[in-house]
């Protein structure tokens, strides 16, 4: 594990080359341009909003602002993890001519597919603080537990892109399956609404590993809260977890990449 590390080390700089092609391909002739990066929140933010009009209209509630923000700070960090295993599942049979010719770690590529929408990310991210800065938002020191949250979710979504590429490269209709995961999982993650609103179903969504992190940074930006220990304990072990297995599993298969192609 040490010497795939530091092999890792010595390419970084092919790993930053990779992660600016694969910003520069992305928006490559696009009319909005980094524009796209605020699209995909801005359209979860928009049906959870019409979900929670929907819900307090059926109560006889009134819909409170922070509930938005709430959804909008949720929907950010969705559609970091979406894309970053969307494009990292895709990244090694995108990149086939380079897997089968030039010796290289390979990981380089799904780990560059995260970094780049990790970019998108940070894009979306500035245009939600000016947002909830015209509703009225202000922060608090609540905030700063944003910065280890974040990277427990870049480490989550990272293992689950180097299993899922290598996965993807030996057998093709993983990519169909990712799809059809990350279609329906926002239902069974708090994204669109808070855990507790399933009353004795909160504990079954926390055991989602994204879940803690999502409910962590709501509590940490809009609730000024701190997040839950344990819960987040338990989405760092997983992360953890992922990432380790994920990283040897394709180490493992790397010598097969080029006889797979």
Known sequence: MKQYVMDLWRARELLVMLTWRDI?????????????????????????????????????KSVDIRDIESVMVRAVLWAFIVG???????????????VSKIAFPKETFPLAAVISNLVDFGVSLSALFVVLLILGWHPSVHILYFIPLLLVVVMFTSGLALLLSAANLFFRDVKYLVEIFLTYAIFFTPVLYEAEMLGKWQKTVMFNPFSPLLEGVSRVVIDHRTPDFLWTLYSAAASMFFLVVGYVYFKKLEARFAESI
């Not at 970053?84 to 380079?98: A, D, E, P, Q």
């Open 24 to 60: 520069h391909i992305k928006y490559k002739q696009s009319v909005m341009g980094f524009l796209w990066a605020i699209l995909m929140p801005g359209l979860i933010v928009a049906a959870g909003a019409i979900i929670r009009v929907g819900v307090a209209n059926w109560s006889g």
């Open 84 to 98: 970053g295993v969307r494009f990292g599942t895709n990244s090694l049979t995108g990149n086939t001519n380079l």
